[in-house]
């Protein structure tokens, strides 16, 4: 059965289900394939339906399907808390409106939630891509809002919108979108900004969550070599130190369970020495990118942590929340301290645990070598040598082990990623009665020459040992250097010999790494735009009291000054460009009108001027003057000179109100 003659048509349908799906579109990538198909469907069916002209489904297949949907998105993701499955929830709720978008009301409300769904994909990624998708899904959904008011206004006057004018849409679209960034300009320098959010963030609520964990195990580093998103990036006071002294601090793992590396219960102490500043240290701010953790990389030894954080007792930096938005903070390290030169006899026996029973060959290699060097140092380097002039090989083409795998590592296999060798010689020391620990962050880094600063990028991950020495304190020691020396100097990507992906080519890596800078820009001025650097911006404007009040009022006198300079150039461009005919006729309308003579929807200018003349007979003769000027005006050989008449007569045109009252609302 077909719908009434009032269906809405397909161009108004299409414009509003393109709004839904441009604003959905990123979500629909993050949510599982079987939810996206559905939302996908939904839109196509009431395309199909605009053009077939089908009646929308009976009330009781749309509540079951709405429930349906509800039901799946439970059980694809688990529960209904969080914010993937919020905006998850929100696109399949979209998805459902499809099957009874047969109404103007409901084509506005899909259209306006739009906005709201493509803020929501900020709560997940400010990347500088998504200013894009930001700016194209906004112009859609103005567009279908304006498509809308049309559609609306031509069944108010009768006018067929059977073929619209896509251009002037997108036309007109384009001109609001612009007219509104001078008012989101006003509102993101002076909306006041609150040192935290209003509301609690949860962990674990990123998609594609990456990065290091608090523990380590086989394999678990190697997995970030394939990514090769951005972790953070450094900005240097002075030159930025050798790739070899770039090893970016993150958690110390203690404890080994024989096949995990965890975390002490003491690093929440704080350290017994704090790091003194002196003429070697490096002054850098950094920029890190979300990863849901409270670690923050910092180079050795960190003499100050940012505000909200502390320095743990193995020199640590953490927060006291999660980083789940880009956090920009200075540090000062100094690489020349040392760390704990009196080891406590609770954290030695801690650094010396190994499980029972595991690695036998392991611990009979490290009592040989004990016998032969007595010396911790002279046993290190004996280790280190083994490494290097053996057949051991540094690749991600790792295999599985079993109960004894360091054995099975260091004595069968010999072929393993950072994680394999930093393990391997944390339990070769251990077993040697040398106290170790393992350290995982970041190693190296692409100096950004046009930029000035360093990028560092998850497949940097690395992991490092630290041994305890007398007189020196905690060592570091890494025994990937001994394996493949190329991985410090060079990076993670040399080491490996072979391409992460089909995509890793030279030229796709110099373009990312071009992106990139854009991308450091955008982090620095705009997401970096917090309540301290906005102080700082409103001082240097002479605005010395920046109290949340004082703001507010600000803003809200900076937001009419800008809205009414806007609406002075919107109506001067407007008056400007209206042809002079156009504007002498709506004065004439408007006369009439206030006389009582209103004009019908569909009524054209000749026939309202023939209306009038019949209610106001005394009139007659200047009206149907008025009307042949007009349309001569409008359609005659002479515009121009019957245009100036019509102009000068509409005028010197004084419409008299009829005697009769109940004449008046016979047009």
């Known amino acids: 059965m077909k719908l009434p003659e009032q269906a809405i048509p397909l161009h108004t349908v299409g414009w509003t289900v393109a709004a839904m799906l441009v604003a959905a579109l990123p979500h629909l990538a993050a949510m599982p394939t079987g939810l996206a198909v559905l939302i996908v469907a939904a839109a196509a069916w009431r395309l199909a339906a605009a053009h077939y002209g089908w009646r929308p489904p009976p009330r009781w297949l749309r509540i079951l399907l709405t429930l349906g949907a509800v039901a799946l998105v439970v059980f694809t993701l688990g529960a209904l808390w969080g914010r993937r499955t919020a905006a998850t929830l929100l696109c399949v709720m979209l998805a459902a409106k499809m099957f009874e978008l047969f109404r103007i009301r409901d084509l506005r409300m899909v259209a306006s939630v739009c ?8 709560l997940f990624n400010e990347r500088l891509f998504y200013l894009v998708y930001l700016a194209t899904g906004a112009m859609v959904a103005v567009v279908a809002l304006i498509q809308i008011q049309r559609y609306e206004d031509s069944t108010l006057t009768g006018r067929n919108t059977a073929d619209p004018d896509h251009r002037s849409l997108i036309r007109q679209g384009a001109v609001m979108v612009m007219a509104a960034l001078p008012v989101a300009l006003t509102l993101f320098v002076l909306f006041p900004r609150l040192a935290q959010p209003l509301w609690g963030l949860p962990e ?8 290091l964990s608090d523990s380590m195990s086989p394999g678990s580093i190697a997995n970030l070599f394939l990514d090769d998103s951005p972790a953070f990036r450094a900005e240097f006071d002075d030159q930025p130190p050798p790739p070899q002294h770039r090893y970016w601090r993150g958690p110390v793992l203690w404890h080994f369970d024989g096949n995990t590396w965890r975390q002490s219960q003491f690093a929440s102490r704080q350290p017994a020495i704090p790091v003194p500043a002196d003429s070697d240290t490096i002054r850098y701010s950094i920029q890190l990118e979300p990863h849901e953790q409270r670690w923050l990389f910092v180079l050795d030894y960190p003499v100050n ?24 903070y200075e540090m000062v390290s100094n690489p020349d301290f040392i760390d704990m030169p009196e080891l406590h006899e609770s954290l030695q026996r801690q650094a010396l645990s190994l499980p029972p029973e595991r690695n036998p060959r392991t611990l009979d290699r490290a009592q040989e070598l004990r016998e032969r060097y007595p010396d911790d140092r002279e046993l290190i380097m004996a280790v280190l040598r083994w490494f290097n002039e053996e057949e ?3 690749s991600l083409e790792t295999t599985p082990t079993g109960r004894h795998g360091t054995d099975e590592f260091l004595f069968d296999l010999r072929v393993g990623y950072c994680e394999h060798y930093a393990s391997a010689f944390a339990i070769l020391m251990r077993a040697a009665g040398i106290p170790t620990r393992v350290v995982t962050g970041y190693q190296g880094g692409f100096w950004q020459p046009n930029g000035q600063y360093l990028l560092v990028r998850q497949s940097d991950a690395h992991a490092w040992t630290e041994v305890w020495l007398e007189g020196s304190g905690w060592t570091r020691v890494d025994p ?13 990507r040399s080491a490996v010999g072979h391409s992460r992906h089909m995509l890793d080519t030279e030229w796709l890596r110099t373009l990312r790494n071009r992106y990139d800078r854009f991308q450091h820009l955008w982090n620095r001025w705009i997401l970096g735009f917090d309540a301290e650097r906005q102080q700082r911006f409103l001082e240097r404007l002479g605005m010395p009291d920046t109290r949340p009040g004082t703001i507010a009022v600000i803003m809200v006198v900076a937001m009419a000054m800008v809205i009414a300079a806007i609406t002075l150039v919107v109506l001067g461009r407007s008056w400007r460009h209206r042809d002079p005919l156009l504007r002498a006729w709506h004065r004439l309308e408007r006369r009439l009108h206030r006389t009582g003579v209103r004009r019908t929807g569909g009524e054209t200018p000749l026939e309202l001027l023939k209306h009038a003349a019949g209610i106001m007979p005394d009139q007659a003769a200047e009206l149907e003057r008025l009307a042949e000027h007009f349309g001569k005006a409008r359609y005659g050989p002479d515009p121009a000179g019957h245009a100036e008449l019509f102009i000068e007569h509409s005028k010197a045109f004084k419409p008299v109100s009829p005697n009769e009252p109940g004449a008046l609302n016979s047009v």
């Open 115 to 122: 906005f709201f769904l493509i803020a929501t994909q900020f």
């Open 204 to 211: 674990q609520v990123m998609d594609g969550r990456t990065g």
């Open 305 to 328: 942590a940012p505000a909200e954080a502390h320095i743990s007792l193995d020199y640590q930096v953490v927060d006291q929340r999660p980083v789940t938005s880009l956090k920009q």
């Open 392 to 394: 051991f090989y540094y």
């Open 480 to 492: 990937t250097s001994a394996v493949a020396p190329e991985r410090i100097e060079q990076g993670s």
